[in-house]
């Protein structure tokens, strides 16, 4: 759908620059846009791999035992079973953490890997386990307490106080991940009975 809508908004703009003989100034938004563009690419781009570089450290020293000892507890409380497949467990907390830091280029990734493993023991491989489902809930509500993302977003488009939205994001990705993980629950409750 946005294969088609993105050529017919271009087209439309610059009909309309050069029906209204503003073609100048539609190309300097261009130039500018651009410009832009690759700035906050470069910026995400740095912010991610290094998020992504200390994931990748995190994920082959102690520190996952620290922190899955931490989540075990709540991790087996959302997910079936998941101590039986220590590599899904781990997966598992290696996406969450990287969503609490609001890294969510580094999130995904993991997030598939830990797809991969929970698929492997699913027995109904056309439809979703109930693990399945609750990671994809979490993966989506995304809980951060960092929004590293958001942030450096903003510091590359000069916002004036780009940590201003923390408190914003607290708020939104709790609930978010409350309302989720309570209708998933109540969801997979009632389709078992």
Do not use: H, Y
């Amino acid at each position: 759908m946005l294969n088609i809508l993105w050529p017919i908004f271009i087209i439309l703009s610059i009909s309309f620059s050069i029906v209204n003989g503003n073609l100048e100034d539609l190309n300097k938004a261009i130039t500018a846009s651009t410009e832009s563009a690759v700035t906050l690419t470069l910026t995400l781009i740095g912010s991610t791999c290094l998020w992504s570089g200390i994931m990748e450290i995190a994920s082959n020293t102690k520190i996952v035992n620290i922190l899955s000892s931490l989540l075990k507890v709540i991790i087996n409380k959302f997910f079936q079973n998941i101590n039986k497949n220590e590599n899904a467990e781990k997966k598992i907390i290696m996406n969450i953490i990287a969503n609490i830091l609001g890294l969510g280029n580094a999130a995904t990734p993991l997030g598939l890997e830990a797809m991969k493993e929970l698929q492997k023991e699913n027995i109904e491989k056309e439809k979703l386990s109930d693990n399945m489902m609750m990671l994809i809930i979490l993966n989506t509500a995304s809980l951060q307490i960092i929004p590293t993302t958001v942030i450096a977003i903003r510091t590359a488009l000069n916002s004036e106080n780009p940590t201003k939205i923390i408190f914003p994001v607290w708020i939104s990705t709790i609930c978010a991940g409350v309302v989720g993980i309570v209708m998933t629950k109540l969801l997979i409750k009632v389709d078992k009975n």
